[in-house]
């Protein structure tokens, strides 16, 4: 019992020291100055339109007051902040996995429709086609991981073009969004839409009770549930595969050199069309934990955004597991302090869309935030520039 005791120590003692030097690491690069200082700058543009859009400096203050009040002001404001960042860490996990694979999937949007879609067809349906209830323990799980399923295959589609043709990923998965959008509005205008003669709008029946995740609190006015839990769960499963296993290796040696990894011997068709795969599985899971832990239906235009905001979320994150979650929190809390922000001052919600397009741009173009406080990053190593995607053709 000592032995293992004093083994388990060792085990979590080295894990515990990779943590700090990657840590150590990151402030030495600037890595970690970046995405921070990104966001910042952004508030402070954002001040300045206020002030400017309003003439009222004061307006500005209060509008970051309401803001953060919204967000984490009371029990109730922190719960449906965290509510909002859960679809926000699926979605920027497959985004961040897919650009370790040297893939950009923008198809994130339409993988997330197409989880929801097969969740809620799971949720509602499957218990009338069996002719009976179905256990929990058995419903649940089929309706997240038909969902998943299906956004990896949606995926798949798109990576296989990328491995067989050299047909750009980037196009692909645009098209591919149209095509699953179009196709979800089609099902939930037609096939799927809810009998109900009180509906009025285009969305499916309400799934049982069986597929629907627990709530984490007995207070009815906090939404937050187990998904929340399964987000984080996930982000520790996609730090393990990526640093931990032979297949995150092979992934990162593709998108690092794939003619090196080509003459290793890796397999590059197969790592391409399994990192979409993936890539699309955490997108659709976002859209089915969405649909079995707050919605409980499909709606259309529910979820409209999120697979676009997990791009910036990615990047804001600088592709790693743990980044994405603090990422997704960030966005997840300005999501959801839009609304208090906007009843206190008049400002404009659309005032947080333009804070995060400047997030993504300081993160995206490194160099003007490195410019800008140019003292901070004096003396600092250059860090490793990842390879996010490829030319047309190129694998």
Request: glycine content about 12%; proline content about 5%.
């Given at each position: 019992?000592?032995?293992?005791l004093?083994?388990?120590a060792?085990?979590w003692?080295?894990?515990?020291?990779?943590?700090?030097?990657?840590?150590?690491?990151?402030?030495q690069?600037?890595a970690?100055w970046v995405?921070i200082?990104a966001?910042?700058t952004?508030?402070?543009i954002?001040?300045?339109?206020v002030?400017v859009?309003?003439?009222?400096?004061?307006?500005?203050?209060?509008?970051?007051?309401?803001?953060?009040?919204g967000?984490?002001?009371s029990?109730?404001?922190?719960?449906?902040?965290?509510?909002?960042?859960?679809?926000y860490v699926?979605?920027?996990?497959?985004?961040a996995?897919?650009?370790?694979?040297?893939l950009?999937?923008?198809?994130?949007?339409?993988q997330?429709a197409?989880?929801a879609?097969?969740?809620?067809?799971?949720?509602?349906?499957?218990?009338s086609?069996?002719?009976?209830?179905?256990?929990?323990?058995?419903?649940?799980p089929?309706?997240?991981?038909?969902?998943?399923?299906a956004?990896?295959?949606?995926?798949?589609?798109?990576g296989w073009?990328?491995?067989?043709?050299?047909g750009?990923?980037v196009?692909?998965t645009?098209?591919?969004?149209y095509?699953?959008?179009?196709?979800?509005?089609?099902?939930?205008?037609?096939?799927?839409r809810?009998?109900?003669?009180?509906?009025?709008?285009?969305?499916t029946?309400?799934?049982a009770?069986?597929?629907?995740?627990?709530r984490?609190?007995?207070?009815?006015?906090l939404?937050?549930?187990a998904g929340?839990l399964?987000?984080?769960?996930?982000?520790l499963?996609?730090?393990?595969?990526?640093?931990?296993?032979?297949l995150?290796?092979?992934?990162?040696t593709?998108?690092l050199?794939p003619?090196?990894?080509?003459y290793?011997?890796i397999?590059?068709v197969?790592i391409?069309?399994l990192?979409?795969?993936?890539?699309?599985?955490l997108a659709?899971?976002?859209g089915?934990v969405?649909?079995?832990?707050?919605?409980?239906?499909h709606?259309?235009?529910?979820?409209?955004?999120?697979?676009?905001?997990?791009?910036?979320?990615?990047?804001l994150?600088?592709?790693?597991?743990?980044?994405?979650v603090?990422?997704?929190f960030?966005f997840?809390a300005?999501?959801?302090?839009a609304?208090?922000?906007?009843?206190?001052?008049?400002v404009p919600?659309d005032?947080?869309?333009?804070?995060?397009?400047?997030?993504?741009?300081f993160?995206?173009?490194?160099?003007?935030?490195?410019t800008?406080y140019?003292?901070?990053?004096?003396?600092?190593?250059?860090?490793e520039?990842?390879?996010?995607?490829r030319?047309w053709?190129e694998?």
């Amino acid at each position: 019992m000592e032995r293992s005791l004093r083994g388990l120590a060792r085990t979590w003692g080295g894990r515990l020291d990779e943590l700090t030097r990657a840590l150590r690491q990151s402030v030495q690069s600037g890595a970690l100055w970046v995405p921070i200082l990104a966001v910042l700058t952004a508030m402070g543009i954002g001040g300045v339109v206020v002030f400017v859009a309003t003439g009222k400096p004061q307006l500005a203050l209060l509008a970051y007051q309401g803001l953060w009040e919204g967000a984490f002001g009371s029990p109730k404001a922190l719960s449906e902040t965290l509510v909002q960042m859960t679809p926000y860490v699926f979605a920027g996990l497959g985004i961040a996995l897919a650009f370790h694979g040297g893939l950009f999937n923008i198809g994130a949007e339409g993988q997330l429709a197409l989880g929801a879609i097969v969740a809620a067809w799971i949720g509602y349906a499957l218990p009338s086609l069996v002719g009976g209830t179905i256990p929990a323990l058995l419903h649940l799980p089929l309706a997240i991981l038909g969902g998943a399923l299906a956004g990896a295959l949606w995926a798949a589609i798109p990576g296989w073009l990328k491995a067989r043709t050299g047909g750009h990923e980037v196009i692909n998965t645009i098209m591919m969004n149209y095509i699953a959008l179009l196709m979800a509005s089609y099902l939930l205008n037609g096939p799927m839409r809810d009998p109900s003669p009180t509906n009025v709008v285009a969305r499916t029946p309400r799934i049982a009770e069986t597929a629907r995740l627990p709530r984490l609190f007995a207070d009815p006015d906090l939404r937050l549930h187990a998904g929340f839990l399964i987000a984080l769960g996930m982000a520790l499963l996609v730090a393990w595969l990526l640093w931990r296993t032979t297949l995150g290796f092979e992934i990162r040696t593709v998108g690092l050199n794939p003619h090196a990894a080509r003459y290793a011997g890796i397999p590059i068709v197969r790592i391409t069309v399994l990192t979409m795969a993936m890539s699309g599985f955490l997108a659709g899971m976002a859209g089915a934990v969405q649909v079995t832990g707050l919605n409980y239906r499909h709606e259309l235009s529910f979820n409209l955004g999120y697979g676009f905001d997990a791009i910036a979320i990615a990047l804001l994150g600088k592709v790693h597991p743990m980044g994405v979650v603090l990422a997704a929190f960030l966005f997840g809390a300005l999501r959801n302090g839009a609304s208090r922000m906007q009843f206190l001052t008049q400002v404009p919600v659309d005032l947080i869309s333009v804070i995060q397009a400047l997030i993504l741009m300081f993160v995206a173009a490194e160099a003007i935030v490195r410019t800008l406080y140019r003292p901070l990053f004096r003396g600092a190593a250059e860090e490793e520039r990842m390879v996010l995607t490829r030319g047309w053709g190129e694998l």
